[in-house]
Structure formats: structure tokens, C-alpha cells
């Protein structure tokens, strides 16, 4: 029996374990996330009973968002609100994708290490531009699209520190896959700030959490203060991501002799 026939006849709960006990973000899934988990395996179910893979579905869910963000340029409740609702299902299928790879023990490293990083990244650098649209055509005000320029530079660099620095960190600490790729293991173990900034981050910033922030914005008429939000956080989160992450470096590049 093919693997998809066989999974796809297994019960909701058993696919759970299965697709989602061994997820990541097991167990610290943000607010948001805790419904993409409950609705996504329904959705994971019908995509093996398709036989759609985990990259069909990740192309699905950016060009889901792109739109969905896209609709914002009108500046219009009713299109952004539409919109919030096509980024909320991408990132259901978001979920999916995790859990179609794991169900079918496609190559951890491939989605884990490039397709998902990557398709944040095209989500990340092209979300601002319609919302700036719509931003300047509700207040008049250019600076806004300044500022979203900062957002998109902010947070991207922001990712780029963070898997710079995992890697070398991961590689440092001899922590490797099966595949023999380094990998950087999960520390509960952090300090009050580092606490504090996984719950904001996890929670109103990340590609999951956006959608609450972005939602009261809407509903107020001010995506503008969205954008200056997401540039000042994230502005903050990659300066000190660098900061702390040059003095280590600079702590360990010594000879080796």
C-alpha cells in the first residue's frame, strides 16, 4: 500500500502524534500557532489522500500570503481584512508542509535548513511594500514608506544573524543531524530577557503571530503604526542579536594552536 493511502486511513489523533509530537515547536507553539495545529491536520489528511507534497504546499502557502498581504495596498477594511484571512490560511499550510515531511520522512535537513527559511524570506522581504501603499495612502505621510524599508532591512538581517550564528554555534558545540548537518538545539534554559523576547517574537512578530497586531491595526485604520511597531522591535532584536553575537565570536576566533 502506498504510504499516502496507508497515513490517510489512520484516525485524527494518531496522525497528531505522528505529524505534530515531533514538530519543532512542539509544545511552545505561540497563541496563534495552537490553532494552526488544531485545524492544519485536517488539511495535512486531505493533502495525503491528494498525494501533495511538502513543496507543493510551501508554494502554496507564500503565494497565499503574497496575496493576501498584497490587498492591502487598496486600503480598504474590507480587502485587508479579506487579506488577514488569506495570510491566516497560508499559514495553516505553513503547518501543513511540516507535517506532510514528517509523516513522509522527506529529508529533514532540505526543509528545515532551506525551503522553510526561504520561503520566509520571500514573504518577508516583499510584505511591506503593499503595506506601505496603503499606509501612505492613508496617512499622506512618505516617511512611512521609509520606514518600512527599515522593517524589511531590520528583520531580515535579524534572520540572517540568528542562522549565521546557529551554524557556527551548532558547529562549535559538535551538535549535528543524521545527515551530519549542524543543527542548534533548543535551550530552555535562557535569562529573563532572552524569555522575554522568544514570548514577543513568538508571539506579535513572528510569521505566525503577525496576523494578531496586524489584525488590531486594521480594525483601527492604522496599518502605519504595524510598520513603525515591526522596524523599532526588530531594529532592537537585531542590533542585540549582533551584539551579543560579535562578542562571542570575537571571544572564540583565536588560533587553533
Keep these: 500500500m502506498p504510504p499516502h493511502t496507508e497515513l490517510s ?6 496522525l497528531r502524534v505522528r505529524a505534530q509530537g515531533r514538530a519543532p515547536e512542539a509544545g511552545r507553539d505561540p497563541y496563534v500557532g495552537m490553532t494552526i495545529r488544531f485545524f492544519s491536520i485536517y488539511l495535512t489528511k486531505a493533502f495525503l489522500r491528494a498525494r501533495t507534497t511538502p513543496l507543493q504546499v510551501t508554494v502554496a502557502s507564500v503565494i497565499l500570503f503574497l496575496a493576501g498581504i498584497a490587498l492591502f495596498a487598496w486600503n480598504q477594511l474590507t480587502l485587508s ?8 490560511v497560508s499559514t495553516l499550510l ?5 507535517e506532510l515531511a514528517r509523516l513522509l520522512h522527506y529529508r529533514p535537513e532540505v526543509g528545515s535548513r532551506y525551503i522553510e527559511p526561504v520561503s520566509h524570506d520571500i514573504q518577508y522581504g516583499l510584505m511591506f511594500i ?4 496603503g499606509a501612505y495612502a492613508a496617512t499622506g505621510s512618505v516617511l512611512v514608506i521609509y520606514v518600512a524599508f527599515i522593517a524589511t532591512v ?3 538581517l535579524n534572520r540572517f544573524f540568528i542562522m549565521r550564528y546557529d551554524y557556527v554555534l551548532a558547529t562549535e558545540q559538535k551538535n549535528v543531524d543524521t545527515e551530519g548537518e549542524a543543527v542548534i538545539r533548543y535551550n530552555p534554559n535562557v535569562g529573563f530577557l532572552h524569555k522575554a523576547y522568544r514570548y514577543v517574537n513568538r508571539n506579535f512578530f513572528s510569521s505566525v503571530g503577525l496576523i494578531v497586531p496586524l489584525l488590531v491595526c486594521t480594525l ?13 522591535v526588530y531594529s532592537a532584536f537585531a542590533l542585540a542579536h549582533f551584539y551579543k553575537e560579535f562578542n562571542h565570536i570575537r571571544s572564540i576566533d583565536v588560533p587553533l594552536t
Excluded: M
Design 9 to 14: 486511513s489512520l484516525p485524527i489523533s494518531e
Design 81 to 88: 481584512l479579506c487579506g488577514i484571512a488569506l495570510i491566516y
Design 94 to 98: 505553513d503547518g501543513c508542509n511540516g
Design 130 to 133: 503593499p503595506l506601505a501603499i
Design 154 to 156: 531590520s528583520k531580515l
Design 220 to 232: 483601527f485604520g492604522r496599518v502605519d503604526i504595524f510598520i513603525w511597531l515591526f522596524a523599532a
